[in-house]
Nanobody
Framework: QVQLVESGGGLVQAGGSLRLSCVVSRRTFSSLAMGWFRQAPGKEREFVATIDWTGTSTYYRDSVKGRFTISRDNAKNTALLQMNSLKPEDTAVYYC?????????????????WGQGTQVTVSS
């Protein structure tokens, strides 16, 4: 069974940075596309960023372009989300997800594996 464990969330002031990590339990990580999603209270889960299995193709939601960077380290079975210039509207629980197709998608229903989430809170 594939397990995903996120870490790196916390409380930060607006303009600050955080780096989220997602460690995947199996060597299948190298064939997975990875995605990051977030969910704020009372809102639906929304796409943040995705990276394909090769690490060469990435895609971001418009509101985080230029501020967030998704990457992967296949040697450590880890996906990363570097978040800079954080805004209060970035406050949410952030989830990482794995896609067996290796492509990476915007729709959360197309992902096969999910982590438990990590809270990110940005104060104004």
């Amino acid at each position: 069974q594939v397990q995903l464990v996120e870490s790196g969330g916390g409380l930060v002031q607006a303009g600050g940075s955080l780096r989220l990590s997602c460690v995947v339990s199996r060597r299948t990580f190298s064939s997975l596309a990875m995605g990051w999603f977030r969910q704020a209270p009372g809102k639906e889960r929304e796409f943040v960023a995705t990276i394909d299995w090769t690490g060469t193709s990435t895609y971001y939601r418009d509101s985080v372009k230029g501020r967030f960077t998704i990457s992967r380290d296949n040697a450590k079975n880890t996906a990363l989300l570097q978040m800079n210039s954080l805004k209060p509207e970035d406050t949410a629980v952030y989830y990482c997800a794995g896609d067996r197709s290796g492509i990476g998608y915007v729709r959360p229903t197309l992902y096969d594996y999910w982590g438990q989430g990590t809270q990110v809170t940005v104060s104004s």
